[in-house]
């Protein structure tokens, strides 16, 4: 990355490039010092990467004033710098990458480090002067083998065949040496002679196979603890060396050798699972296909890589295919799987002119697409990034037990030296005893599980709700969408389709339905209003196309409606305002009389004095009727009185009431947010089930709304969901933004806390459903692994836990056991409404 200045709405993005700020202290003295200037917005210092990511006002402050300020609190802003990104398939748990991590610290021209164990990728700031050979090398003193990837979105760690590997074999050998050593010990003593004594010890045959099964299956684990000695890192890999060397130093070579061949046991099962985790994202990255069928301008086709596809190109998918690229549909038919994208498993009928998305798969027929959007910018390539990039923040649990385990291991490492000396010195017990208790203990004090519950829980619902059509922007997210209690919900486009349509249609004075619409849909056909819009489109579905040459002297009557001459006749549409003085829409009558009147709701005004059947008072009844269930009234007439009556509203969305039924039941206070008028609102509330609503609301006042609904009842954490751009203030302002519609929208993708990217509210549910069911899922792995780690560490002491007990329990079963557990989130599936469930 460079220092760059990124607009973004009203206000501009800076990212300095800050190396000193390496410390909590230090981003809190950085941000002090930037708060000091007018017109700063949200302060971002990253520390571990070492850059500060500023946003501002542009008529309040500028890049200068940030940059001095930055200056003033004693730091260095660097120039631009390489950024390079390497797959290291062997760093798979947080100690591995706290490894790398001191290793690539000693370079002199390193700015930042990020490294992400659950895709094993470490991304390294450099200057010019350092290239990857350097990095490399320097990765490689920690003991890890690097490969560059060229692309940051290319491939991840490949994966392994864990247990063909070389470590593996090891194992196996060291595994049947223990085994037959046991044996010799216990069971076939006679068998087991006196090779020989050295140092005033003797050694057996026995003890001659656990030395040399130590050292096989030893072997990684302390080329590994070396590399954590130099690297002045107190890790599991240092503990398990100094063990195992230590035991077979002081005669205990089978406690050695069984600490070599289980822990290397643990770390192969740890690699599998870790590999097993990141088979979710490999599938996301793998949506895309490799190459994409051309066709030139001269009829030609020709294949070529999907990643060298330009803006412009027209590409050719067949049934079966996958869409190399975002773009649209210029030709052909086809029933499109959309599923990668938007987890919706109905096909949705792609014609020109609709948009396609890169990954998505052609059920049947043929499409040519011009792409609009290059590899590295397509829809799923940005949310397999970002779900890459969700490793990078660190949720609130993560970050406390990263201190915990900072204090807990040198303190349990400390007792474990004293258990195995103080005992015999002071009291002068067993050597052989204690050491032992000191051994198991400094095996306990490795927090690996500990340290992995929450990453490989929140890589695992992450990815397993990107699949299912909701994009998480991070792991606090997805804890925090849980935590809520409160949904703030918008009305337009969230709860409703955000497209006007028609909802009624009440013929008057003998017309019928299909011409009162051929006449307004005539009379609309040039207005741009979207009601009218609305109207012509409705008609045109019908079938009722005007012929333009029966349409004259069009004129748009502003704020009221269109006047046109429609078969010779002219004819108004338009609000009921428009009628004041043209004719008397007190006094109609419904076409067919009592029979359309019963049927659409209506009744006979049984005080008219008309003799007609069918008498109707359109102000007095249709209007009013119309108007408090949301709608707009047209009234479509002409000089001599009206021929009818259109609804039009904003339909709600088939699932929302089922989605806020669903929603309640899970315990969440459900209020509805609009900037439509108390009527409106009232009756969509009414009708999905939101007892609570708040009408004509600008957009400041939803923000205060949302500071209100928080400060309510006790703190309150409130969600809420939009359509990501209208409301943006009150999003960023709520506990979690959720995006509606987020599917080829950048600024939804950008912006969003939470993004559903296929407009399809039953997701809400499931969302609240697979964050409830994580956060318990992290703190099941937190406290067991906590739990486990205080039982044996007090029967330690006791001799009622060995080292076998530390290892096969403390270390390889949880550190599975978590892992385990956290894999269950991808079984989270969404609830689909049946039909009878979404009513009419």
């Known amino acids: 990355m460079t220092d760059d200045v990124a607009p973004t709405g009203s206000s501009r993005t800076l990212e300095l490039r800050v190396p000193g700020m390496d410390c909590p202290s230090c981003a809190k003295k950085v941000r002090n010092s930037v708060e000091r200037l007018e017109g700063i917005g949200e302060i971002d210092p990253r520390v571990t990467s ?44 947080p100690t591995c990458a706290t490894k790398v991590e001191h290793a690539l610290a000693d370079l002199e021209d390193v700015n930042g480090v990020e490294t992400r164990p659950a895709t094993g990728r470490v991304t390294v700031s450099t200057g010019d002067e350092t290239d990857a050979e350097t990095v490399i090398e320097a990765i490689g003193s920690a003991g890890y083998e690097a490969t560059p990837i060229a692309d940051e979105d290319g491939a991840m760690a490949e994966s392994t065949a864990v247990w063909r590997s070389r470590r593996a074999v090891g194992t196996g050998i060291g595994a049947v040496l223990v085994a037959v050593g046991l044996v010799l010990e216990f069971v076939l003593p006679a068998l087991d002679p006196t090779l020989g004594t050295l140092a005033g ?61 289980l822990f290397s046991i643990a770390e192969l099962l740890e690699r599998f699972s870790m590999d097993r985790a990141r088979d979710s994202l490999r599938e996301l990255m793998e949506l895309s296909p490799d190459t994409a069928t051309v ?133 002068g017990a067993s050597w052989s005893y204690w050491f032992i208790v000191g051994l198991t203990l400094l095996v306990i004090s490795c927090p690996c599980a500990l340290v992995i519950s929450t990453p490989v829980s929140v890589v695992s619902g992450i990815t397993s709700a990107a699949k299912n059509g909701v994009l998480i922007k991070g792991g606090r997210h997805l804890e925090a969408v849980g935590e809520s209690d409160v949904l703030a919900v918008d009305k337009t486009g969230t709860l409703t389709t955000g497209e006007l349509s028609v909802t009624d249609v009440v013929p008057l004075e003998g017309a019928s339905e299909d011409e009162l619409l051929r006449r307004a849909g005539a009379a609309e056909h040039r207005s741009e209003h979207p009601i009218g819009q609305a109207i012509v489109g409705y008609a045109e579905e019908r079938g009722l196309e005007p012929d333009a040459s029966d349409v004259s002297d069009f ?86 009185g009206p021929i009818g009556v259109i609804g039009v509203a904003d339909r709600v969305r088939p699932t929302a009431a089922w989605t806020v039924s669903r929603l309640q039941e899970q315990g969440i206070r459900v209020v509805m947010l609009t900037g439509d008028n108390e009527g409106t609102a009232r009756a969509i ?15 400041d006042e939803k923000l205060e709304l949302i500071r209100t609904l928080e400060s309510g009842h006790g703190e309150n954490r409130v969600a809420m969901v939009g359509d990501g751009i209208n409301d943006a203030p009150a999003l960023a302002t709520a506990e979690v933004g959720i995006a509606m519609g987020a599917a080829g929208t950048d600024t939804a993708l950008e912006t969003a806390d939470v993004a559903l990217m296929g407009d399809d509210l039953t997701r809400l549910p499931y969302l609240y459903t697979l964050s409830r069911k994580a956060n318990g899922v992290i703190r099941q792995n937190v406290w067991s692994s906590l739990a486990v780690k205080a039982v044996l560490a007090a ?42 469930e979404l009513g009419e």
């Open 50 to 93: 070492g850059r500060l990511v500023v946003e501002y006002d542009p008529t309040r402050t500028d890049e200068a004033a940030i940059r001095e300020r930055v200056r003033a609190a004693g730091y260095t802003i660097e120039s631009a710098a390489a950024e390079r990104t390497f797959s290291v398939p062997e760093m798979d748990c």
């Open 201 to 261: 010890r003797s050694y057996e045959l026995s003890h001659v196979l656990f030395i040399t099964a130590a050292t096989v299956a030893g072997v990684p684990i302390l080329r590994n603890g070396y590399y954590s000695a130099r690297n002045r890192s107190l890790d599991i890999d240092f503990l398990m060396s100094a063990g195992i060397v230590a035991s077979v130093a002081a005669h205990h070579p089978k406690e050695g050798a069984l600490l070599a061949v």
């Open 295 to 427: 066709r030139r301008e001269d009829g030609s086709e020709e294949t070529v890589p999907a990643d060298e596809l330009a803006v412009g190109d027209r590409v050719v998918v067949r049934p079966g295919e996958k869409v190399p690229a975002d773009g649209v549909a210029v030709e052909g038919a086809s029933a499109v799987d959309q599923s990668p994208i938007t987890g919706e498993s109905v096909p949705a009928d792609k014609e020109p002119g609709d948009e396609v998305y890169a990954g998505t798969i052609l059920e049947s027929g043929y499409l040519e697409v011009e792409v609009e959007s290059e590899a590295d910018e397509s829809t799923i390539a940005r949310i397999v990034r970002m779900v890459e990039d969700a490793e990078r923040e660190k949720t609130e649990r993560e970050q406390f037990i990263d201190r915990f385990a900072s204090v807990y291991t040198p303190i349990v490492v400390a007792l474990a030296v004293a258990a195995a000396v103080v005992p015999p010195l002071a009291f």
């Open 555 to 640: 004129e748009a009557l502003t704020g009221k409606g269109v006047r046109a001459d429609v078969d010779g006749t002219t004819h108004y549409v338009g609000k009921p305002d428009l009628f004041e003085g043209l004719t008397d829409l007190e006094h109609a009558h419904a076409t067919d009389g009592g029979v359309v009147l019963e049927s659409m709701g209506y009744e006979a005004d049984a005080d008219s004095q008309c003799d007609r059947e069918g008498c109707l008072d359109v102000l007095g009844d249709i209007v009013p009727d119309l108007q408090a269930e949301g709608k707009t009234v047209v009234v479509v007439g002409t000089d001599e």
């Open 685 to 699: 509330a009414g009708e999905v089930g939101i007892e609570e609503y708040h009408a004509e609301l600008l957009p």
């Open 795 to 836: 029967g330690a002491p006791f001799g009622i836990v060995t080292v076998i007990h530390a290892v096969v329990i403390g270390d390889m079963g949880m550190s599975l056991g978590v892992t385990g557990n956290a894999m269950r989130l991808a079984g989270v599936e969404p609830e689909t409404p049946d039909a009878d």
